[in-house]
């Protein structure tokens, strides 16, 4: 399928300037990861929408808050070295936290993310690296049945949860979906 600015216009909310610095990037994400059906897209969309606050923000906005000073020495983050909090915060359209999740992001994009985790604000490097969280989370499997409840929660949670909307966002992340549907042509 191929991506308009309208068409990221309206499923991430975003400017047609930020539309049009995203559009290759984005492209190459959905065609590589086969984010290629109009309901893919549409939910693939929606979810960095909100997840990058349409387009504008690639990496975790630091205060730190309490949650985010919890990050250091977290293992199952691989956060096991002094500053490994604040050095791997949340980086991408789908933001990947922790060294252990850099590491193995860095292996799938053939990126050097360990020593410079910086390349995932990166256009390029932020659209792929939330296409193959996309296939690795098997969230299509959702977006295929129209599912955007089940989309959200996949992004937002982790895993698909019995309560309907109750990701977080999950007014907007809709809102985005049923747009980019209505821009997308059937």
């Given at each position: 399928?191929?991506?308009?600015?309208?068409?990221?216009?309206?499923?991430?909310?975003?400017?047609?300037?930020?539309?049009a610095k995203w559009l290759p990037a984005m492209q190459a994400a959905c065609d590589?990861?086969?984010?290629?059906?109009?309901?893919?897209?549409?939910?693939?969309?929606?979810?960095?929408?909100?997840?990058?606050?349409?387009?504008?923000?690639?990496?975790?906005?630091?205060?730190?808050?309490?949650?985010?000073?919890?990050?250091?020495?977290?293992?199952?983050?691989?956060?096991?070295?002094?500053?490994?909090?604040?050095?791997?915060?949340?980086?991408?359209?789908?933001?990947?936290?922790?060294r252990a999740n850099y590491a193995a992001m860095g292996q799938a994009l053939g990126?050097?993310?360990?020593?410079?985790?910086?390349?995932?604000?990166?256009p390029a490097n932020a659209a792929m690296s939330a296409g193959q969280f996309w296939?690795?989370?098997?969230?299509?499997?959702?977006?295929?049945?129209?599912?955007?409840?089940?989309?959200?929660?996949?992004?937002?949670?982790?895993?698909?949860?019995?309560?309907?909307?109750?990701?977080?966002?999950?007014?907007?992340?809709?809102?985005?979906?049923?747009?980019?549907?209505?821009?997308?042509?059937?």
């Open positions: 399928m191929n991506l308009t600015t309208s068409i990221l216009q309206a499923g991430t909310g975003c400017t047609a300037a930020a539309a590589r990861y086969q984010i290629n059906t109009r309901l893919r897209v549409a939910a693939f969309l929606a979810q960095i929408g909100h997840e990058s606050g349409r387009l504008v923000y690639v990496r975790e906005i630091w205060g730190p808050t309490a949650a985010q000073l919890g990050y250091q020495g977290r293992t199952d983050l691989g956060n096991t070295q002094p500053g490994d909090g604040f050095l791997f915060r949340g980086r991408g359209l789908i933001q990947i936290t922790g990126q050097p993310l360990l020593a410079h985790p910086e390349l995932l604000e990166q296939q690795r989370e098997g969230i299509n499997r959702f977006a295929d049945a129209g599912d955007i409840d089940g989309v959200s929660d996949m992004v937002n949670r982790g895993h698909k949860t019995a309560a309907i909307g109750d990701a977080n966002g999950f007014a907007e992340r809709k809102a985005l979906y049923l747009a980019a549907l209505k821009a997308i042509p059937a």
